[in-house]
């Protein structure tokens, strides 16, 4: 690998993977203070990164955002204000970036898994159960990573998942 590679699950409970150059893995989730990101320490987690490897041995991938249905109004301003905050810090910083639609690395990363399925909103039909499936995913490619934050926590942290599959990709995609 050639880059290193910051992947950043968007949302308040979302979650910030490091794929260094060696493949270790570092995770961390959202800076918060209370209920609001913390953006500062966000600003302090790329720039510390973007220092270690100048030159453009670094790039950063996120979802791009689309309509979540049955998000509020308030969610859905929430996390377009951040993915536009993590934008113009990649911009500051001089940092490339990839904005990449869930469909688009869902697609390429589920492809042979037998997918897990739910009953959709309406009843009627079923629909891919991309937390499920993203959740197996992750664990095959990568079975010794603690998908937790915590020491007591044991159920699986959905933004670290995401954010360790949209690693995956970029580095698959050579990003």
Known sequence: MQKVIISVDIGKKGAICVLHKDGSISLDSMPMIKDEVDYHQLWMHLAMEKNKHPFNGITVIFEKLGVIFG?????????????GALEGMCIALGIPFHKITAKVWQKEL?????LVTKKSKSGKSTVTDTKATALIVAKQLFPDVKLTFGDRATKPHDGLIDAILLAEFAKRKNL
């Open 110 to 114: 589920f492809q042979g898994t037998v």
């Open 71 to 83: 998000t509020s109004k308030a969610t859905a301003f929430s996390m377009g204000h951040q993915a």
